[in-house]
């Protein structure tokens, strides 16, 4: 057998290229220059003759290293008058926005443009009242957190800083409750502590209280409303003190205020945001005396101290009639004081007379969810006797419509809102079914109090808890081992882990199975 070494493959029948005299004649390209030549017109003198070399040098066709191209700027302007004039129009318009820009500092344009938003409907839309509470969550976390731990060494200015914030979220979490305030305990730890240290500085016997007392003692007075003891004869303790420290800023304002104005003025010369005006400080005193003895009427009632329960109610109650008084436009306040006057005896007409301006308060503006609330809690109080012995269907129907068209123009966000706005529209269809079977299109007899329980829904949804932090979700995520557990964030699920659950999940498991 022989071997072949060497040798190319050829094709069969095939002429080698090299072996032709002369190789492969490949096909000339044409010159650039003749591809982009101009074609003359009749008259005009050729592209190759001294016409071209006019329009060479005229700049119509120029020659660059990458080869000869036309001139952009030679090229007749094809635009219309209009799109002249439309682009002039614009370069003129963003030369005065840049000018106008250029004269206003970040502050002044950071303003301008929440007014903008204040006033579109689509934003207003939104639940601004729990979008703040984000938004304190992540400044006042920022300012008395530092990872896992509490932040140490804070400047003077921070702790100020971080306790205006604090005060200011009240304003609107102290009128909402739907709006809860969640702090985690190294960051209330830090902030106790910073409160502490400002009370025991600025607020000595003897002195008169100045702006960074009155800020202390307002954010004292807030840890006494929001916070409490483990026992409940503590609490109790901590809102008497909190309703006691109320009446004496309440009743010594006049003095109080020049405090207040300086404070303000010292907030807007270091650019806090956001800032506690003197008005919303008397503000907060009447909100924390409200707060303070509306848990007290509570604390009495759970042990069955109808009377003093009723005192506390009445004392609430005044406080915030005085802070209706103060902001005659505030639907919120209208329907905090209706809520309060639910609970006192002898009360209907106080009660519809608050629901009702709520309603028509919100109803004319964009407090969507303020008028969802207001104008279902005055359909069941007029179904309940609060106006007269009858009660109008079509007006109770009415109401229920509008309050049913506000929630849907409100956005709720994240699951505190969104279960409490479930529940809401729950019990509403409810109501309407029942109201439609109890009367005609005339009226009704005003003596129909509808029980929330009797909903089966309502029911199911009030038992849909955290497995880890209790709380009502509007959405629960069961373990995937033992399908016995739900929670309501990744984070309450891995706490509940680390807590104990590691150990639990095996038996459940095996048990479930």
């Known amino acids: 057998m022989s071997t072949f070494v060497g040798g190319k493959l050829k094709l069969k029948g095939g002429v080698d290229p ?23 017109a009749d008259g005009e003198p050729a592209a190759g003759g001294a016409g071209g070399d006019q329009q060479a ?33 614009f370069l003129k318009h963003e030369a005065q926005r840049a000018k106008k820009i250029a004269s206003k500092s970040h502050r002044e ?46 400047t003077a200015q ?18 909402m409750p739907a709006c809860s305030l969640v702090v985690n305990n190294p960051t209330f730890e830090a902030m106790v502590a910073v409160v502490k240290d400002m009370t025991r500085e600025h607020m000595r016997e003897g002195e008169p209280l100045g702006p960074l007392g009155l800020l202390a003692w307002l954010a004292d007075t807030a840890l006494f409303c929001v916070g409490g003891d483990e026992t409940e004869e503590g609490t109790r303790e901590q809102h008497a003190s909190c309703v006691h420290q109320a009446d004496m800023m309440i009743a010594h304002w006049p003095g109080v205020q020049p405090a207040a104005a300086w404070l303000e003025e010292l907030q807007q010369r270091l650019g806090y945001q956001p800032q506690l005006s003197a008005v919303q400080q008397h ?87 303020t008028a969802s609330i207001a104008g279902l809690c005055l359909a069941q109080s007029l179904a309940g006797g609060m106006e007269g012995s009858t009660c109008s269907v079509a007006e109770v129907q009415h109401l229920l419509g509008r309050a049913k068209h506000h929630d849907q123009l409100c956005k709720a966000w994240l699951p505190d809102p969104l279960s409490s706005r479930r529940e809401r529209n729950i019990f509403r269809a409810h109501f309407a079914d029942q109201v439609v079977k109890l009367g005609g299109p005339g009226t009704i007899p005003a003596t129909f109090v509808l029980d929330p329980t009797r909903s089966s829904h309502l029911e199911n949804l009030k038992k849909q808890r955290c497995s880890h932090c209790d709380k009502k979700a509007y959405q629960l995520k069961r373990c995937s081992a033992c399908k016995q557990a739900a929670y309501c964030s990744v984070e309450c699920q891995r706490l509940a882990w680390k807590g104990g659950h590691r150990r639990e999940c095996a038996k459940l498991a095996a048990r479930r199975g």
């Open 18 to 40: 090299s072996q032709l005299k002369g190789g492969v004649k490949k096909k000339k390209k044409k010159a650039a220059a003749d591809a982009l030549a101009v074609v003359p």
């Open 158 to 175: 921070q702790k100020q800083q971080g306790l205006v914030a604090f005060c200011r979220y009240l304003l609107a979490t102290l009128q």
């Open 57 to 89: 040098q005229t700049g119509v066709v120029k020659a660059t290293k990458e080869g000869v191209v036309l001139d952009p700027s030679a090229v007749a302007d094809r635009r219309t008058e209009a799109e002249k004039k439309a682009e002039e129009h």
């Open 109 to 154: 344009r950071i303003k301008e443009l929440n007014e903008k938003l204040a006033s579109l409907t689509e934003h207003n839309d939104l639940f601004n009242k729990y979008i703040e509470s984000i938004e304190f969550s992540d400044q006042f976390h920022a300012v008395f957190q530092y990872g896992e731990q509490p932040r140490q060494g804070l």
């Open 283 to 369: 503000s907060l005193a009447f909100l924390l005396k409200v707060a303070s003895s509306r848990a007290l009427a509570f604390s009495h009632l759970k042990d069955g101290n109808e009377q003093q329960a009723q005192q506390h109610f009445a004392a609430a109650s005044q406080a915030c009639a005085e802070l209706v008084a103060l902001h005659p436009e505030d639907a919120g306040l209208k329907l905090l004081l209706g809520s309060i006057a639910t609970r006192m005896h002898q009360s209907a007409q106080l009660t519809a007379v608050s629901l009702r301006a709520a309603f028509e308060a919100a109803d004319a503006s964009t407090e969507h969810w």
